[in-house]
């Protein structure tokens, strides 16, 4: 089985730029250059033939690439616990629009579509049971405002494979085609 998900990457700049602001909260699991990316569209787990299938959709999805710059800090919550800390992209509609033409592909090759709400961002730390509250992660994200930066372009749509690990999450580009 293959756990699979369509992202964007940003460049290696913005990627610093990130990585900038990634110390000084306890408890936090900074993400790794390797982990940073926008995910469009989580799969889950399918065989080996679906993956093909998904791979042969989504070399059909056509957008331009896209121009985006890092918003606000965010963090998501599971069950009232504060699990991952994150970075906003902005335009939120270009964004939005590729999400939709990634999700329409995708039910081409029999995945469910997507129900959850997107939210486009850059996951920068998770945090497990002992982590922050929410009190002290507040007070982290209002002192460590993202640094203000040019916008820059992500101009892939990859395929990749997650594999999960003692040290986390793993991520594999399996394919990627240009947009543009």
Same mark, same amino acid.
């Given at each position: 089985?293959?756990?699979?998900?369509?992202?964007?990457?940003p460049?290696?700049?913005?990627?610093?730029?990130?990585?900038?602001?990634?110390?000084?909260?306890?408890?936090?699991?900074?993400q790794?250059?390797?982990?940073?990316?926008?995910?469009?569209?989580?799969?889950?787990?399918?065989?080996?033939?679906?993956?093909?299938?998904?791979?042969?959709? /989504? @070399? *059909?999805?056509?957008?331009?690439p896209?121009? %985006?710059?890092?918003?606000?800090?965010?963090?998501? !919550? $599971? #069950?009232?616990r504060?699990?991952?800390l994150?970075?906003?992209?902005?335009?939120?509609?270009? /964004? @939005? *629009?590729?999400?939709?033409?990634?999700?329409? %592909?995708?039910?081409?090759?029999?995945?469910?579509? !997507? $129900? #959850?709400?997107?939210?486009?961002?850059v996951?920068?730390?998770?945090?497990?049971?002992?982590?922050?509250d929410g009190?002290?992660?507040?007070?982290?994200? %209002?002192?460590?405002?993202?640094?203000?930066?040019?916008?820059?372009?992500?101009?892939y749509?990859?395929?990749?494979?997650?594999?999960?690990?003692?040290?986390?999450?793993?991520?594999?580009?399996?394919?990627?085609?240009?947009?543009?």
């Amino acid at each position: 089985m293959h756990r699979l998900f369509v992202a964007l990457r940003p460049p290696r700049p913005a990627r610093l730029l990130l990585q900038s602001m990634m110390h000084g909260l306890l408890g936090a699991r900074w993400q790794s250059d390797d982990q940073l990316h926008l995910t469009l569209r989580f799969i889950g787990e399918v065989d080996r033939h679906q993956a093909d299938d998904i791979a042969a959709a /989504l @070399a *059909s999805v056509r957008n331009d690439p896209v121009e %985006a710059r890092f918003g606000r800090l965010g963090t998501f !919550d $599971r #069950r009232g616990r504060i699990d991952t800390l994150w970075v906003g992209v902005e335009p939120r509609e270009p /964004l @939005a *629009s590729l999400h939709q033409k990634v999700d329409q %592909a995708l039910r081409r090759a029999g995945v469910e579509a !997507d $129900r #959850r709400a997107f939210v486009p961002h850059v996951t920068i730390a998770r945090f497990g049971r002992g982590g922050p509250d929410g009190g002290t992660i507040a007070a982290y994200a %209002a002192a460590a405002a993202v640094p203000p930066a040019a916008s820059f372009t992500m101009d892939y749509l990859i395929l990749f494979e997650s594999r999960l690990g003692g040290e986390g999450a793993s991520y594999d580009p399996v394919e990627r085609w240009r947009l543009g």
